[in-house]
């Protein structure tokens, strides 16, 4: 399996830009996760989906934050406009509840999207 | 508000000790906590879980416990190697039910030295 997918990898954009980000699950998990990462504020959830349905949507910082899941196999994060705050390292993870016990709730990541806007 | 806290500082450990990190966290009621590792450029990758009614677990060199008495887990990496230089995240959450968010903390960088 190829694992979580992330693409692009960096983004370079200027502010008031829109950045669409994209994520490709594991085939089979059921749930997928955004998180951003910052020096300052860690790894933070803004959004989960179940079954391509938005669970929770409250880490969300504005609405200028969009996100979506058409179908199993692909979700993306939309950021319109753009703002220089918004520069960080967005992460995708998937997960399955049909784990091992030992695992439950086991996130896999993606190798990011590191996002720098001027 | 809900708080995790993991030592923001470096911890420095010798090649073949114990090293020892820790999480705290206040304001909340996991029923679960992961520890996740993170090398430079990378997501993180999940290593152990344990639950509310745990109190220990094991997995090769790795030992987590969990104290919700004291709010508090524990990671131990045994016999220490400089390849387990790395970020290690704790990450707590609510739901038995199904997968679901992660509150994590902010990480602790380990570096082992030869």
């Known amino acids: 399996d190829a694992g979580v997918i992330q693409s692009p990898r960096h983004e370079v954009t200027e502010m008031g830009q829109e950045v669409t980000l994209r994520c490709k699950p594991i085939s089979g998990h059921d749930y997928l996760f955004w998180y951003r990462q910052t020096m300052m504020r860690g790894l933070e959830l803004l959004i989960y989906f179940n079954n391509n349905v938005p669970i929770d949507d409250s880490g969300m910082p504005e609405d200028r934050f969009s996100a979506k899941m058409p179908n199993a196999s692909f979700s993306t994060l939309k950021i319109q406009p753009s703002e220089p705050r918004d520069s960080a390292v967005y992460f995708c993870a998937s997960a399955t509840k049909l784990g091992r016990e030992s695992s439950y709730n086991e996130q896999f990541f993606g190798p990011g999207t590191r996002l720098t806007v001027l | 508000s809900q708080k995790i806290e993991q030592n923001s500082e470096a911890l420095n450990i010798q090649e073949g000790k114990t090293a020892t990190l820790t999480c705290n966290y206040t304001?909340?009621?996991?029923?679960?906590l992961q520890w996740y590792r993170q090398d430079p450029g990378r997501g993180p990758v999940f290593l152990l879980l344990?639950?509310?009614?745990?109190k220990e677990k094991r997995k090769e060199r790795l030992k987590v416990t969990f104290d919700t008495t004291l709010k508090q887990s524990l990671f131990h990496i045994t016999a220490s190697q400089p390849a387990d230089s790395a970020t290690y995240l704790c990450?707590?959450?609510?739901?038995?039910?199904?997968?679901?968010?992660?509150?994590f903390g902010k990480g602790t960088h380990l570096i082992i030295q030869p």
């Open positions: 344990i639950r509310e009614n745990e």
């Open positions: 990450a707590l959450g609510d739901s038995g039910g199904g997968a679901d968010g992660l509150t």
């Open positions: 304001n909340y009621s996991p029923a679960y």
